[in-house]
C-alpha cells in the first residue's frame, strides 16, 4: 500500500538524481511479488523492451559502482534468471545460492511438523535456526558461475525471454515463496536459474519485515508454504 508519506519521499530522492524513475503507486497492499508485478504489467502497456529486469527489496544497497556495466557486458540471451551475490548485512554472508535443488524428503517434513500450529513452529523454529548455523559452518563458498535450482528472492535478474517465454511472477501468495515459486516456473517454461558471484551487492537482512511479529511472519509463511505445496507439489 503506497502512503502519500512514501510518495513524498520516494519524489524527494527522484529530485537529487539524474536517473529515469517512475513511481508506480497501489492503494491496496500488494506485498513484495505483487508490486514488481504493478510494475511489470505497466512496463508491458508501454511496449518497453529492456535486456533486464531486476525484482528485488528497497532494502538493498549497490555496493559495486560497475554493478550495472558488469550486468549490461552479459551477452543478453545467456541467462533467463540471474541470482547474483547478495551479501547479507547481518552475517556478511551471500545468501546464494537460496537452494542448489529441490527440497530433500527430510526437509519437507521438518516444514510439515513446523506447520501443525504456531507452538510447534517455535520449537521447530529453534532447531532449524540451529541446523542453519551448522549449514552455513561447513557452507561451500561458490566463486564461478554455475546453475541452481532457485535463486534469493531478495534479488534477482530477470532476462525479458523469461516472460516471452510463458514466465511469469505468481502473485496468488503474500510473503515468503518467491523462491520457489519462480524455480518451478522456470522449470516448467524450460528456464535456468545461473548463480553469477561478480555481480554483487547488499541486503539490509529484515528491515523489510522486522516491524512484523514472529506470529505474523508464521501465519504469513504457513499461508504460502501450503499454497506453494498445493500448487507445485501435488
Known amino acids: 500500500e503506497s502512503s502519500q508519506n512514501s510518495i513524498s519521499s520516494l519524489k524527494m530522492i527522484i529530485k537529487k538524481t539524474n536517473l529515469d524513475i517512475e513511481i508506480i503507486s497501489s492503494s491496496n497492499n500488494t506485498y513484495y511479488w505483487g508490486g514488481i508485478n504493478l510494475g511489470l504489467n505497466k512496463y508491458y502497456k508501454k511496449g518497453k523492451d529492456y535486456k533486464w529486469i531486476i525484482a528485488c527489496n528497497n532494502d538493498v544497497e549497490f555496493n559495486d559502482v560497475y554493478f550495472f556495466q558488469k550486468l549490461n557486458e552479459i551477452k543478453e540471451h545467456s541467462y533467463s534468471i540471474i541470482a547474483p551475490q547478495i551479501i547479507s548485512s547481518l552475517?556478511?554472508?551471500?545468501?546464494?545460492?537460496?537452494?542448489?535443488?529441490?527440497?530433500?524428503?527430510?526437509?519437507?517434513?521438518?516444514?510439515?511438523?513446523?506447520?501443525?500450529?504456531?507452538?510447534?513452529?517455535?520449537?521447530?523454529?529453534?532447531?532449524?535456526?540451529?541446523?542453519?548455523?551448522?549449514?552455513?559452518?561447513?557452507?561451500?563458498?561458490?566463486?564461478?558461475?554455475?546453475?541452481?535450482?532457485?535463486?534469493?528472492?531478495?534479488?534477482?535478474?530477470?532476462?525479458?525471454?523469461?516472460?516471452?517465454?510463458?514466465?511469469?511472477?505468481?502473485?496468488?501468495?503474500?510473503?515468503?515463496?518467491?523462491?520457489?515459486?519462480?524455480?518451478?516456473?522456470?522449470?516448467?517454461?524450460?528456464?535456468?536459474?545461473?548463480?553469477?558471484?561478480?555481480?554483487?551487492?547488499?541486503?539490509?537482512?529484515?528491515?523489510?519485515?522486522?516491524?512484523?511479529?514472529?506470529?505474523?511472519?508464521?501465519?504469513?509463511?504457513?499461508k504460502t508454504y501450503y499454497y506453494l505445496k498445493k500448487k507445485y507439489r501435488s
Open 91 to 222: 552475517t556478511n554472508k551471500d545468501l546464494n545460492p537460496f537452494l542448489l535443488k529441490p527440497l530433500s524428503l527430510i526437509y519437507n517434513i521438518y516444514y510439515s511438523l513446523y506447520y501443525l500450529n504456531f507452538f510447534t513452529s517455535k520449537f521447530f523454529h529453534k532447531i532449524g535456526h540451529l541446523i542453519k548455523l551448522i549449514k552455513k559452518s561447513s557452507k561451500i563458498n561458490y566463486s564461478s558461475i554455475h546453475q541452481v535450482y532457485a535463486a534469493h528472492g531478495s534479488f534477482m535478474i530477470f532476462n525479458t525471454k523469461f516472460f516471452r517465454n510463458g514466465g511469469f511472477l505468481d502473485t496468488g501468495f503474500t510473503m515468503y515463496g518467491e523462491e520457489i515459486s519462480t524455480a518451478e516456473i522456470a522449470k516448467k517454461v524450460n528456464s535456468l536459474i545461473y548463480y553469477i558471484p561478480f555481480l554483487s551487492v547488499i541486503h539490509n537482512e529484515h528491515q523489510s519485515t522486522r516491524k512484523s511479529s514472529f506470529k505474523d511472519n508464521f501465519l504469513h509463511s504457513k
